[in-house]
């Protein structure tokens, strides 16, 4: 598996028993960011939402419930890893998040029935509106990204 250098895959310990998991998803002294904006995203199976960023925003990413395929793309013109991409499964039995900064762009796809999708945020300022966010096409052919999927339940924004 590819990485990104600028992206943090990030993995709790947990309890784990007989009734299911209990894990810290966040602690303040782990991250030298303020974040200041959580925000949730409960999609059904083989929604795909993205490819979106922005300039300000960092972003912890973790998937609370479902499953979920997410894809990363650098979108810095002047890095040499502009447009590389990496995608991780990410699930409440993975615990896995991922730390995201500026000018990356990201997309998932549910590959469960349903999922929810926490994005915890950090910027100055407004928080970007989404005429303020950089987005590019799911299926752009420059990505190269092999979606598990062909025909995805996209937006108006995302088609």
Known sequence: MKYLKKIKILKDDAFIDKRGIYWTSWKKNRYKLNFNHDKFSLSKKNVLRGLHGDKKSWKLISCVYGKIFFVIVNNMP??????????????????????????????????????????????????????????????????????????????????
Do not use: C
Request: charged letters at 25%; glycine letters at 2%; zero cysteines.
């Open 78 to 159: 002047k890095s040499n890893e502009y447009l590389k991409h990496m995608s991780k499964i990410i699930s409440p039995n993975n615990r896995l998040q991922i730390l995201i900064p500026p000018n990356f762009l990201t997309g998932h796809l549910v590959i469960s029935e349903k999922a929810v999708l926490h994005y915890k945020f950090a910027y100055q300022g407004i928080y970007p509106d989404v005429r303020d966010q950089l987005s590019m096409k799911w299926n752009d052919p420059r990505l190269k990204i092999s979606w598990p999927i062909n025909k995805p339940i996209l937006s108006k924004r995302d088609k």
